[in-house]
């Protein structure tokens, strides 16, 4: 069935005027009429039933049901990944979206091969995967900020996995036996790695966990990709 994120606050009798976009995908794309069926959520009040009410020329509009699951929260896991190439950043933001990340930090390094990257295409790609993985949230793709200012004004009690490629940390799932449950973050560096001034000042953090991800040179894709699902079997929701 199809799931759409919302804005709207949901509850049984509510009606919805879906956006211009959801409105084109409904009618144009999936060519659903008055009765057809849908879900709908918006991280905030679960997912709920609802049935096309309407559908015009520019809008659909939609009316909401009864609930069909309750909210539930993944883990409270962060995704900080330097800025890199927009193909694979987008990828990126995808699956961290599908393997349940709650946000991603895209941070500047000293070897980052780009400043600046669309944040509005990035939240609309993390939408994407949300409706389609079956989620009841979305990730927040917040803007880029250099890695010493993430550093400097850290998060208390959030940990850090730090993926470190220069070989001489344990590997993650060592790294990660018997860590605490507690809110985690991912560092996943540019294609050029990380400076040794930058690696000094991440292992000087109290916070931080330096670990390897095997003896290949991974792409920033596969590294996030494989740090996320690695931390997810030992920590988070895959391992319960």
Same mark, same amino acid.
């Given at each position: 069935?199809?799931?759409?994120?919302?804005?709207?606050?949901?509850?049984?009798?509510?009606?919805?005027?879906?956006?211009?976009?959801?409105?084109?995908?409904?009618a144009a794309v999936?060519?659903?009429?008055?009765?057809?069926?849908?879900?709908?959520?918006?991280?905030r009040d679960g997912?709920?039933?609802?049935?096309?009410?309407?559908?015009?020329?520019?809008?659909?509009?939609?009316?909401?049901?009864?609930?069909?699951? *309750?909210?539930?929260?993944?883990?409270?896991?962060?995704?900080?990944?330097?800025?890199?190439? @927009?193909?694979?950043?987008?990828?990126?933001?995808?699956?961290?979206?599908?393997?349940?990340?709650?946000?991603?930090?895209?941070?500047?390094?000293? @070897?980052?091969?780009?400043?600046?990257?669309?944040?509005?295409?990035?939240?609309?790609?993390?939408?994407?995967?949300?409706?389609?993985?079956?989620?009841?949230?979305?990730?927040?793709?917040?803007? *880029?900020?250099?890695?010493?200012?993430?550093?400097?004004?850290?998060?208390?009690?959030?940990?850090?996995?730090?993926?470190?490629?220069?070989?001489?940390?344990?590997?993650?799932?060592?790294?990660?036996?018997?860590?605490?449950?507690?809110?985690?973050?991912?560092?996943?560096?540019?294609?050029?790695?990380?400076?040794?001034?930058?690696?000094?000042?991440?292992?000087?953090?109290?916070?931080?966990?330096?670990?390897?991800?095997?003896? @290949?040179?991974?792409?920033?894709?596969?590294?996030?990709?494989?740090?996320?699902?690695?931390?997810?079997?030992?920590l988070g929701d895959?391992?319960?």
């Amino acid at each position: 069935m199809i799931r759409l994120f919302v804005p709207h606050d949901l509850a049984s009798g509510a009606g919805l005027a879906l956006d211009e976009g959801q409105s084109r995908y409904l009618a144009a794309v999936m060519r659903l009429s008055p009765g057809d069926e849908l879900l709908v959520f918006n991280g905030r009040d679960g997912e709920w039933r609802a049935q096309v009410a309407s559908v015009g020329k520019r809008a659909v509009t939609v009316a909401v049901e009864a609930q069909a699951r *309750p909210q539930a929260t993944g883990p409270d896991l962060d995704l900080v990944i330097a800025l890199v190439k @927009r193909a694979r950043l987008e990828t990126i933001v995808e699956k961290a979206a599908e393997l349940g990340a709650r946000r991603v930090q895209p941070v500047i390094t000293e @070897r980052t091969n780009a400043d600046h990257t669309r944040v509005d295409r990035l939240r609309a790609i993390a939408v994407e995967a949300s409706e389609q993985t079956g989620r009841l949230d979305v990730p927040e793709v917040l803007k *880029p900020v250099r890695l010493e200012k993430l550093i400097g004004g850290w998060q208390a009690g959030r940990q850090l996995l730090f993926c470190d490629e220069a070989g001489d940390a344990a590997p993650a799932l060592a790294a990660l036996k018997g860590q605490r449950d507690a809110p985690w973050a991912i560092l996943i560096g540019p294609e050029g790695g990380f400076s040794p001034k930058e690696r000094e000042m991440l292992r000087a953090q109290t916070f931080a966990t330096p670990a390897t991800l095997g003896p @290949r040179i991974l792409r920033a894709d596969t590294a996030a990709i494989s740090a996320l699902t690695l931390w997810q079997a030992a920590l988070g929701d895959w391992s319960s």
